[in-house]
Structure formats: structure tokens, C-alpha cells
């Protein structure tokens, strides 16, 4: 039971690049999310898939798109990459009492 | 606009110590408060608190939330090395399929 696992753990990325973060949980949960985490602000919302083949925007989507391919993954592209989406980024599912957070991705952005 | 507010930012203390984090929230459709312990990798989960007045304890941590005054603290007590972490709290709230809302974090450091 690996839990929540996310692919790659490090990228590097030119401005203008693309690229997937993969998530994928074997838990069986419906609910899954993608957090950027930047110093002294807390993890911000990106997306959210409430179950398998529904997707939402969260609370700073612009530069993002998802898919939640099947129920257990869940997976994030950065079409043109930017400066400004130099973070780490989380993925996450939900059981009933919480969150579960997979290790991140620290992307950075030149 | 929702937002979640930690205190202190960070705080050094020695092992020993007992300590008290801070956290007021204002969320609109509160559903529970949860504190997570972020070491170097993924936040993980410590207490989620969805009634006032109600300790929740885990060894020598402890929470309580007060709804009237929207705010929670989590006390540790005699503190070692290993509770040095970045302390997060959350509100979920029922809007975005439970969104976490969470601040910025504490910078706890326990020196020996």
C-alpha cells in the first residue's frame, strides 16, 4: 500500500516547456487535488477531481489543466511553462477524515 | 475571501518546552480544522477538529478549536528534537469538493 505517489520528485523546466506531474493513489478514494505550495503562503488549490471523470477549478488554475485519467490517478500539465509556477507542487486524496498528501514535485522554472 | 492565520511564523525553543500554535481562520462554509506536521516532503496528518470544546490528544500533542472565536490552538509538551517541523493548519471547507484552505505555517525549532 504505497498510498499517494507522485511523478517526478525534481524538474527543471525552460520558459515556454511542457509537462505532466503525475499523481496516482491506491487507497480507493474518489476525491483528489493538486496544491502548489510557494514560501510563506501556505498550499493554494489548483484543481480538484470530486470523482473519476469530473474535474474543477480551484483556487489558482490559470497555466494548469488536469485529467483524471481513472480513479486512481489524477495528473497535472503546465502547457507553457512560466517563472512564476517555480513551486512545489502536492497532490492529494481524501478519505473521510482527511487529506493524504503525496511526497511533491519541486519544479523549477528558468 | 477565505484565509487562514498562523502564530507565531516561528519560534526557537529547547527541549523540554511546552508550546502553543496559534490558529484563527475566517472560512465561509466550515466544515472541520485540521493540523498537519510538514517535515522536509508531504504535510502529515495530526488532528482534524470539527466541534468546540473538545480536546483531541496524541501523545504529547494536543488541539482544541473554538468556533465562537474561529480560532485553534495545538499545544506540545515537553518538546524534543524530533517535533522541529513546519506546523500547517487547515479549514476545510465545503465548497471546491472540501477544499483545504490552510495557512502559511509555523517554523517550529527544538533545539537540544
Redesign the interface.
Known amino acids: 500500500n504505497a498510498g ?1 505517489t507522485q511523478t517526478p520528485k525534481f524538474q527543471v523546466l525552460k520558459t515556454g516547456q511542457s509537462m505532466t506531474l503525475q499523481c496516482a493513489q491506491d487507497m480507493n478514494h474518489n ?1 483528489m ?1 493538486w ?1 502548489r505550495q510557494d514560501p ?6 489548483i484543481y ?3 470523482s473519476e471523470g469530473t474535474t ?1 477549478k ?2 489558482v488554475p490559470n497555466g494548469y489543466n488536469v485529467s483524471r485519467l481513472n480513479k486512481r490517478e489524477f495528473s497535472l500539465r503546465l502547457e507553457s511553462a512560466a517563472p512564476s509556477q517555480t513551486s512545489v507542487y ?1 497532490c492529494a486524496s ?1 478519505a473521510w ?8 514535485t519541486r519544479l523549477l522554472v528558468l | 475571501e477565505d484565509k ?1 492565520v498562523q502564530s507565531p511564523l516561528s519560534l526557537v525553543v529547547h527541549e523540554g518546552d511546552t508550546v502553543t500554535l496559534n490558529c484563527s481562520y475566517e472560512v465561509t462554509n466550515f466544515r472541520s480544522l ?1 493540523w498537519y506536521k510538514q517535515e522536509k ?5 495530526l488532528f ?1 477538529l470539527t466541534s468546540s470544546g473538545i480536546e483531541k490528544k496524541s501523545g504529547r500533542l494536543s488541539s482544541i478549536l473554538d468556533k465562537k472565536e474561529l480560532f485553534s490552538i495545538l499545544n506540545i509538551t515537553a518538546t524534543q528534537t524530533g517535533d522541529s517541523a513546519v506546523y ?1 493548519c ?1 479549514v476545510e471547507a465545503v465548497e ?5 484552505v ?4 509555523t517554523i517550529l525549532r527544538v533545539k537540544s
Open positions: 499517494v476525491s487535488y496544491y510563506g503562503m501556505g498550499l493554494r488549490l480538484y477531481s470530486a474543477d480551484g483556487e502536492f481524501r477524515e482527511t487529506q493524504y498528501f503525496g511526497p511533491g | 487562514v485540521l516532503k508531504a504535510p502529515t496528518f482534524m500547517l487547515a471546491y469538493g472540501n477544499k483545504l490552510f495557512g502559511a505555517g
